[in-house]
């Protein structure tokens, strides 16, 4: 089914004159990508002047990432973080190749990328490519205030490493379901709420890397590996694995007692001391460690800057975990979504007994991300038999806290 494409009255002659040769350059192109919709022939009008071309569109419904990421649409279609993925993963398959063929098209604007409609399928489609930059014609993409703070200075032709950067800047913006043109990272909480989810929920490697996409920290091969990362660990939550062979920390005493998962979670405030929180920490290890019924393979979550996990593991007798003396502002909600998580993860590998610690020394914060987290952890009681303990540090009697010591203190799946 052919369609037309007319060019935009709103363009002076000069920048029609560009589009014109630009159209004519890609559709001469035999070894574009096929996700690209290359341009079919010109049209012309009544007065012989070149008003825009035809092409050749995909059989399907569509929709462009750009109506895709509007509040209305994500709730319609469902798309959750796993299908941000699959979109970026294509996106990134794409620009792959582009880069291999030495062509570099600018700011690709999320309004010209196109998806199906009913998202059970894997296609992906780049319309218009005479947006592109071709040759010393500049790109015809729009540019914005946070883009240009990307580049050290004003430029007008893209080459392979300034291309890497507007790349990068095009996959954060799919991966955090931006529909802003003047995306800046991270997100605004504030009037990008949504965005600002999808950034909490990403990994620490790729908010470096984002962060980082000014100082050149950031590759294709870099994204690839953080993409595939994460569909292995999504693959990882659904196949089942052997249990592990015995841990040459465990003796015979341990033998007789019930494997379990302890998940100690830290939430620490910058301006606490750090010895009360420690033994309470000591004293609760302790107490595993004599548990008379089980032998708990000990897991942390680490409340910093960027909040992470220590995987699960047999510690020796008389092991204490220790903890680093200075802290960063950061979210307790996201380390507590990091907790159930790590959690959720470690039972569908080996389903066993399960306890989740929170050590908490401070007042959380009763926001959004607080609430997701709240979420999360009430799933893992009903799904798990999972115990939730809460342990405060000192006088606490912040709504958070009432919330959360309301949750933990309700009934757990036996």
Not at 152 to 162: G, M, N, Q, R
Not at 263 to 281: C, F, M, V, Y
Request: glycine share 4%; aromatic share 12%; proline share 5%.
């Amino acid at each position: 089914m052919f369609e037309t494409y007319l060019y935009s009255d709103e363009w002076n002659q000069e920048e029609k004159d560009n589009l014109i040769k630009k159209t004519v350059y890609y559709m001469e192109m035999s070894n574009l990508p096929e996700q690209i919709i290359k341009p079919h022939e010109l049209i012309y009008g009544k007065d012989g002047k070149c008003i825009g071309y035809s092409y050749r569109k995909p059989d399907r419904d569509l929709i462009s990432l750009k109506n895709l990421f509007q509040p209305d649409s994500m709730k319609q279609y469902h798309v959750e973080q796993s299908k941000l993925f699959e979109i970026g993963r294509q996106v990134l398959n794409l620009l792959r190749h582009l880069e291999k063929l030495d062509i570099y098209p600018g700011f690709i604007d999320l309004s010209y990328l196109y998806v199906s409609a009913n998202l059970d399928d894997s296609n992906l489609y780049l319309f218009h490519p005479e947006m592109f930059q071709a040759g010393k014609i500049p790109s015809s993409y729009p540019w914005y205030p946070s883009d240009e703070k990307l580049f050290d200075e004003p430029f007008d032709l893209f080459d392979k490493e300034k291309q890497l950067r507007a790349d990068g800047k095009l996959m954060y913006k799919i991966l955090t379901a931006s529909s802003k043109g003047n995306a800046k990272i991270p997100p605004n909480p504030k009037n990008q709420e949504m965005s600002w989810d999808f950034w909490n929920l990403l990994s620490k490697e790729w908010k470096e890397l984002f962060l980082n996409l000014k100082n050149k920290g950031i590759s294709y091969e870099k994204m690839e590996e953080e993409t595939n990362q994460y569909f292995e660990k999504q693959r990882l939550k659904t196949v089942p694995m052997e249990r592990p062979e015995k841990d040459k920390n465990i003796t015979d005493t341990d033998n007789v007692k019930e494997k379990a998962y302890a998940l100690i979670t830290i939430l620490r405030q910058a301006d606490k001391s750090i010895q009360e929180i420690s033994r309470e920490l000591y004293l609760l290890q302790e107490k595993l460690e004599l548990h008379p019924q089980f032998h708990f393979a000990q897991g942390f979550v680490l409340g910093n800057k960027h909040p992470f996990s220590k995987s699960f593991r047999f510690y020796p007798k008389e092991y204490r975990s220790q903890l680093g003396h200075v802290i960063s502002e950061y979210s307790f909600g996201e380390a507590l979504i990091i907790a159930s998580e790590t959690l959720d993860e470690a039972l569908k590998r080996d389903e066993r007994p399960s306890y989740l610690f929170i050590l908490l020394d401070g007042e959380i914060k009763n926001d959004k991300m607080f609430h997701i987290a709240l979420k999360r952890l009430e799933m893992l009681k009903e799904n798990w038999y999972t115990k939730l303990v809460l342990v405060p540090i000192g006088q606490l009697k912040g709504e958070g806290y009432q919330l959360l010591n309301h949750l933990c203190m309700k009934g757990n799946k036996q």
